[in-house]
């Protein structure tokens, strides 16, 4: 079993309408959740990051953390064409020391 | 306030040649790392700094040295490049205080013949 594991897609979704992206990890103790965009030849960019059970909104962006489920998902609302990229979810990893173990990303497709 | 640069960016290596792939960051951050980045594997973790003068391996270590060479420059050196190395490298920095929050540069494309 993957240590973070994420559909990789595409998902397809009509401008204007609400993109949901989830993600689900194994290591229990794992206590912060980030969301990166990755544009096609760029580097990951951070979008959201969640501590704490529940929801976090920043703009059109939500992140959604349920520890119990070990699950965290991005809704991003309102989507544009130019929100088309891959989404990478990120997770503390179990060697601690801020490194960070990442899923393979889930490419996500606004048509307008 | 250029962030996170890493130099070059491009770069076609044959198989058995050395070099070393340099990373700078101007954001005062204490924890550095290197990741690489292959289709549909997403990225790994090769070697990462947590501070100054300390160096760790990561999930894929073999065959990459690294050198914290200050707090700003953390460099990694492929001995003898081996086609399996043919990936897109990537730099990243964080700060104490903002809990894994990673920040990364623009990346080096390494091809190895």
């Known amino acids: 079993q993957k240590e973070v594991e994420q559909n990789s897609g595409p998902l397809s979704v009509p401008e204007g309408a609400i993109a949901s992206l989830n993600c689900t990890y194994s290591d229990r103790v794992s206590q912060s959740f980030f969301w990166y965009r990755q544009y096609s030849g760029k580097s990951p960019e951070l979008i959201m990051s969640i501590y704490s059970n529940g929801d976090k909104e920043d703009g059109r962006f939500t992140a959604q953390l349920n520890k119990a489920s070990q699950y965290v998902s991005l809704l991003i609302r309102d989507s544009q064409p130019s929100d088309s990229a891959t989404y990478l979810c990120?997770?503390?990893?179990?060697?601690?020391?801020?490194?960070?173990?990442f899923g393979s990303g889930t490419r996500l497709q606004v048509q307008p | 306030n250029a962030g996170v640069t890493q130099t070059p960016k491009f770069q076609v290596l044959k198989t058995g040649q050395s070099m070393t792939l340099q990373c700078a960051q101007d954001m005062n951050h204490n924890s550095m790392y290197w990741y690489r980045q292959d289709p549909g594997m997403g990225l790994r973790l090769i070697y990462y700094?947590?501070?100054?003068?300390?160096?760790d391996k990561g999930e894929v270590p073999n065959g990459y040295n690294v050198s914290r060479l200050n707090k700003r420059e953390f460099s990694l050196r492929l001995e003898s490049a081996a086609p399996s190395q043919t990936s897109v490298y990537f730099c990243a920095s964080s700060e104490v205080g903002t809990p894994y929050e990673q920040y990364f540069g623009p990346g080096t494309r390494l091809t190895v013949t």
């Open positions: 990120a997770v503390n990893s179990r060697t601690g020391r801020r490194a960070l173990t």
């Open positions: 700094s947590a501070s100054e003068g300390t160096t």
